[in-house]
């Protein structure tokens, strides 16, 4: 069974970077893609971030580029989503998820197993 523990999240003042992390389990993990969302109050789930299975190839949702970068480490099955000059805008749930295949687009249907998700506030 496939389990993903997402942690990092926590109260932040606006322009502060913030790290991610999400644990995974009973998975090859480095065959498949990994990807972060997000979920304000009142708003659908979003896509922030994917990565590929290699790590080789990332694509980011224009309201993060270039503030957000996500990397994996494969040896301990873990992704990560590096956050910073934070607005409270970014403020949401944040979740993992492990893609279908090797790479997944922005679509949730792309995606097959979810995290709990980890709060993530940002004041400004």
């Known amino acids: 069974q496939v389990q993903l523990v997402e942690s990092g999240g926590g109260l932040v003042q606006a322009g502060e970077p913030k790290r991610l992390s999400c644990a995974a389990s009973?998975?090859?993990?480095?065959?498949?893609?990994m990807g972060w969302f997000r979920q304000a109050p009142g708003k659908e789930r979003e896509f922030v971030a994917v990565?590929?299975?290699?790590?080789?190839?990332?694509y980011y949702a224009d309201s993060v580029k270039g503030r957000f970068t996500i990397s994996r480490d494969n040896a301990k099955n873990s992704v990560y989503l590096q956050m910073n000059n934070l607005k409270p805008e970014d403020t949401a749930v944040y979740y993992c998820?492990?893609?279908?295949?090797?790479?997944?687009?922005?679509?949730?249907?792309?995606?097959?197993?979810w995290g709990q998700g980890t709060q993530v506030t940002v004041s400004s």
């Open positions: 998820a492990t893609g279908k295949g090797s790479y997944s687009g922005p679509s949730r249907d792309d995606y097959d197993y």
């Open positions: 990565i590929s299975g290699g790590g080789g190839t990332t």
């Open positions: 009973g998975r090859t993990f480095s065959i498949y893609a």
